[in-house]
Nanobody, 122 residues
Framework: QVQLVESGGGLVQPGGSLRLSCVAS????????IGWFRQAPGKARVGVSC????????YCPDSVEGRFTISRDDAKNTVYLQMDSLKSEDTAVYYC???????????????WGQGAQVTVSS
């Protein structure tokens, strides 16, 4: 069964950091481009960051001005999203997704996780 599972969400104060993990099962993550998306209450899902598959070098855009860093550990079949200098407007449910193209467009992705809540508040 193909599955993506996010973890690492929680409550953090403004200016703090969190690291989200996305673990894949049922398929090999290194053959896929991975995106992180977020959806705040009452708003559309938007792309945050992405990373190309391990043997690719396609450019992947970044929408959070360098505050977030995406990385992958193919040995663990896991992709991470390191989030620093968090702001209240980063509060959202965060999703990872796997697909054939590196993109911040959700339509480009085939597999999705269930989401992890990130709340930035003092």
């Amino acid at each position: 069964q193909v599955q993506l599972v996010e973890s690492g969400g929680g409550l953090v104060q403004p200016g703090g950091s969190l690291r989200l993990s996305c673990v894949a099962s049922g398929f090999t993550l290194k053959f896929y481009n991975i995106g992180w998306f977020r959806q705040a209450p009452g708003k559309a899902r938007v792309g945050v960051s992405c990373i190309s598959k391990s043997d690719g070098d396609l450019y992947c855009p970044d929408s959070v001005e360098g505050r977030f860093t995406i990385s992958r550990d193919d040995a663990k079949n896991t992709v991470y999203l390191q989030m620093d200098s968090l702001k209240s407007e980063d509060t959202a449910v965060y999703y990872c997704a796997a697909g054939p193209l590196p993109s911040l467009r959700s339509a480009e992705y085939d597999y999705w996780g269930q989401g992890a809540q990130v709340t930035v508040s003092s």
